[in-house]
Nanobody, 121 residues
Framework: QGQLVESGGGLVQAGGSLRLSCAVS????????MGWYRQALGKQRELVAT???????NYADSVKGRFTISGDYAKNTAYLQMSSLKPEDTAVYYC???????????????WGQGTQVTVSS
């Protein structure tokens, strides 16, 4: 069974940038959607961005214009470029790969273990 491994988190000042990466360790079934989610302390996990194998992207309103998702389906690797970071972006960021039947409805999916992003004011 394959696993997702995130990297690139850390501590950054407000206005700074970070780039998160997510790669597969092992073998996973065919996927058509890669995404990033985040969970702040005391809050529910929320969608940040997704990208389909066809190249369609979707972003949370709170990150539009600041974050960019990209993905390499041949290598099963996804990235999240985060710029103009704000303290409210502080959260644990998770990647999710899967085969979506509809947006948000997955036949199967895989989750990473999460990487902490902390933005200081």
């Amino acid at each position: 069974q394959g696993q997702l491994v995130e990297s690139g988190g850390g501590l950054v000042q407000a206005g700074g940038s970070l780039r998160l990466s997510c790669a597969v360790s092992g073998t996973i079934f065919n996927i058509n959607t890669m995404g990033w989610y985040r969970q702040a302390l005391g809050k529910q996990r929320e969608l940040v961005a997704t990208i389909t194998s066809g190249g369609s992207t979707n972003y949370a309103d709170s990150v539009k214009g600041r974050f960019t998702i990209s993905g390499d389906y041949a290598k099963n690797t996804a990235y999240l470029q985060m710029s103009s970071l704000k303290p409210e972006d502080t959260a644990v960021y998770y990647c999710r790969f899967g085969r979506a039947l509809l947006p948000g409805l997955y036949e199967y999916d895989y989750w990473g273990q999460g990487t902490q992003v902390t933005v200081s004011s």
